[in-house]
């Protein structure tokens, strides 16, 4: 092939590569939030976890998933890891909740005692939560969200007391 040809041809795919990215919708990201964490019977030597996130999608067109996965973090360590083949949609505007069952490992609680112990803060507790709600291949959605927990016990004033 000439050049002039070549270039023609670049710049014909490089022009339509900018005109289908600028069609793509803009899309806010998912606001998520942990809503609760309850025990779940364990196997052996691991505490599992069923950790409900709320979901809420501030956007336009619903966000349609086939499967979720999470990872928990705790003061910057991975404590535990879980999946879910939950099916659902989070409505336009809306919200929905899906829970995942995680589970930690010995070796991980134990790694989160030490840590803990040897922490010259241990007044607080921070979480990070990440994950993503499968969506196939332009549709998956990742998420996070993060907090902290006090853990020191509320302070009374000298007024208060008996």
Known sequence: MSAPIVRCVGACVLGLGLVGCSALPNKDPLNVSVAGIES?????IELRLAVQVRIQNPNDTPVDYNGAALT??????????GVSDAVGTVPRYGESLVTIAVTAPLLALVRQGLAFMTDS???????????KLEGGLFGTKRFSDSGKFNLQAPVQSAEAAP
């Not at 779940?40 to 052996?44: A, H």
């Not at 928990?72 to 890891?81: D, E, F, I, P, S």
């Not at 803060?121 to 990440?130: A, I, R």
């Open 121 to 131: 803060t241990p007044d607080e507790l921070t979480y990070e939560v990440k994950g």
């Open 72 to 81: 928990l973090n705790v003061n910057g360590h991975k404590l535990a890891t």
């Open 40 to 44: 779940l019977p364990g196997e052996g």
